[in-house]
């Protein structure tokens, strides 16, 4: 599967945006999706997981009751909807497919195919 990742940008503090995640392939209903970010100097991290379905989703504690993720597996596409943003969210944005976990997974070393990146810049 091919992923591309989309809607980052530059918004200021308490601001609003929506990432997108479009997979090529007929078989977008088969993996688990998960988005990750990477700071510069940090490492890359989970961000937010959701299941085949989407009827189970993960969130890392930073971003619980900010961030909603959600997928449209008629549509090929998963989403992160990011509202409340800080500057600590700053990073470039990944989207990630894992073939193999039965469930959401959130570690980095569990999904087989990643997007290019799209970075997220928060202003104070």
């Known amino acids: 599967v091919q992923l591309q990742a989309s809607g980052g940008g530059l918004v200021q503090a308490g601001g609003s945006l929506r990432l997108s995640c479009a997979a090529s392939?007929?078989?977008?209903?088969?993996?688990?999706m998960g988005w990750f970010r990477q700071a510069p100097g940090k490492e890359r991290e989970s961000v937010a997981t959701?299941?085949?379905?989407?009827?189970?989703?993960y969130y890392a504690d930073s971003v619980k009751g900010r961030f909603t993720i959600s997928r449209d597996n008629a549509k090929n596409t998963a989403f992160l909807q990011m509202n409340s943003l800080k500057p600590e969210d700053t990073a470039v944005y990944y989207c990630?497919?894992?073939?193999?976990?039965?469930?959401?997974?959130?570690?980095?070393?569990?999904?087989?195919?990643w997007g290019q990146g799209t970075l997220v810049t928060v202003s104070s």
């Open positions: 392939g007929r078989t977008f209903s088969s993996y688990v």
């Open positions: 959701i299941s085949r379905s989407g009827g189970r989703t």
């Open positions: 990630a497919a894992d073939s193999t976990s039965s469930s959401i997974s959130y570690r980095v070393w569990n999904y087989d195919y």
